[in-house]
């Protein structure tokens, strides 16, 4: 018979306002990157598609509130990728913590023989979306409303998102200024402008920002684009759309969602 002694076994995973930051798989992408100076060869030496690699940085980004990664401007052969100091730092930090964590479930196993043998597994809730877009931020001003309300959110390099929810909504979520909320966005409902040109436009969300990625498929262009203070908007529109603007990395643009397309939630 296989050895059938009771072991215990955990993870370590950061979270930042209740969103997943990352743990021993974002670490370890951060690691190689930081080896390998490139996204592509970090991608594969982690087993991870090179778009999942990039969402996953830019998630990163997002919600550490600085740059944890890159891009360095290149010659003939094109630039490189790196780990800033604070993205570098969390990775020893996490390896440390990683490291303690290990020897304390590894206490815990020795003990495990004193647990009886029924045991009830408990699994911790996780929320799963498929926005793209995961803002954390700070409610900075709540209008109230009839029926809706209007909510502004502060997030990472100081900018400000603009959400319309129900005034039940902002109840049942115990909304107050001054509280932490996230903000989420689908990359499909985001609007790309390369120049306004003076029009007046209804969309209360109005960031702007340079094209940092594009990645054109068959039908749709993926587009990322980096805000002042490092924050990362994606956007999907169509290969069509994506042409006929010119889009390519390293322009100027102006990213447009209404209010009414921004979700609005608080860590669980």
Known sequence: MADDKLALEGKVWMTVGGQQLGGSDRVALLAAIASHGSITQAAKAVHMSYKGAWDAIEGMNNLAGEPLVERLAGGKGGGGTRLTPRGQQLVDNFRLIER???????????????????????????????????????????????????????????????????????????LAVGGDAFALVKASSVIIATDADGARLSARNQLSGVITRLVAGEVNADVSITLPGGGVLGASLSLEGSQSLGLKEGMAVTALFKASSVIVGVPG
């Open 100 to 174: 303690e964590h290990r020897m304390f479930i590894e206490h815990l196993s020795r003990q495990s023989h004193a647990l009886a043998d029924d045991f009830l597994l408990i699994q911790t809730m996780k929320m799963k979306t498929s926005a793209r877009n995961q803002f954390s931020g700070t409610v900075s001003s709540i209008k109230r409303g009839a029926v809706n309300d209007e909510v502004t959110l502060d997030i990472v390099g100081g900018q400000r998102l603009v959400a319309i929810i129900t005034r039940d909504s902002t109840d049942g979520l115990g």
